[in-house]
């Protein structure tokens, strides 16, 4: 049992470079969304999603992109890196009905953009 | 829409000494309150919740949390602290009647508990 894959877990970006930042789980759950973390500042919601074809932006959504065309998959995409962006990226996914209260989270990929 | 405030960023503590961390919220409709527990570079894990019914909320690991309504409290505390413990600990309250019942959390700032030997 997968749970929340993230990849990759480390990458380093020169400004202005694009990216994708994969998130596959493997729970067939509807809720799916993209953390970024820094310090001090906790958990702030990028994007997420209800369900396939269902997209919608968190706190923080400038600079990136989502789709949800499956199920299984959110990716996370950075058009131009910023060095604003260097930050770690969580994926989280949940369940609806009896599981909807307990999220999912990947390991996490560290971003660093230069 | 709701908030989380984390009162200390840093919690020190010896080991085999309690700790509690601390969490208040604000919102002024019922909701329903998380701990979870980050361990270095890795994600985060469910450490408790409470839904609805005891105030008392007892967790994996020993840890248990106590919802005070009138306070909008959701305070962590373990009697007896392990090295092992030494972690980010989040507090996270979710609106159940927001954002077309998604249920998304609002997370807080986060407390780094250090266990010394």
């Known amino acids: 049992n997968a749970g929340v894959t993230q990849t990759p877990k480390f990458q380093v970006l020169k400004t202005g470079q694009s990216m994708t930042l994969q998130c596959a789980q493997d729970?067939?759950?509807?809720?799916m969304s993209w953390y970024r973390q820094d310090p001090g500042m906790g958990l702030r919601l990028i994007h997420y999603?209800?369900?396939?074809?269902?997209?919608d932006q968190g706190e923080v959504p400038n600079g990136y992109n989502v789709s949800r065309s499956t199920t299984e998959d959110f990716p996370l995409r950075l058009l131009s890196a910023a060095p604003s962006q260097t930050s770690v990226y969580f994926c989280?996914?949940?369940?609806?009905?009896?599981?909807?209260?307990?999220?999912?989270f990947g390991e996490g990929s560290w971003l660093t953009v230069v | 829409a709701q908030s989380v405030t984390q009162l200390d960023s840093q919690v020190p503590v010896f080991e085999e000494a309690p700790v509690e961390l601390r969490c208040n919220y604000s919102s002024s409709v019922s909701v329903y309150l998380f701990w979870y527990v980050q361990y270095p570079n890795q994600g985060l894990q469910l450490l408790l919740k409470y839904l609805s019914g005891s105030t008392l909320v007892k967790g994996i690991n020993g840890f248990e949390a106590e919802f005070n309504k009138s306070q909008t409290s959701f305070h962590l505390r373990k009697p007896s602290v392990h090295i092992s413990d030494t972690a980010e600990y989040f507090c996270?309250?979710?609106?159940?009647?927001?954002?077309?019942?998604?249920?998304?959390?609002?997370f807080g700032r986060g407390t780094s508990l250090i266990v010394h030997p």
């Open positions: 729970m067939n759950h509807e809720y």
């Open positions: 999603s209800v369900g396939a074809g269902i997209t």
């Open positions: 989280a996914s949940r369940g609806g009905h009896s599981t909807w209260n307990t999220i999912y």
């Open positions: 996270a309250v979710s609106d159940p009647s927001g954002s077309g019942g998604s249920y998304i959390p609002t």
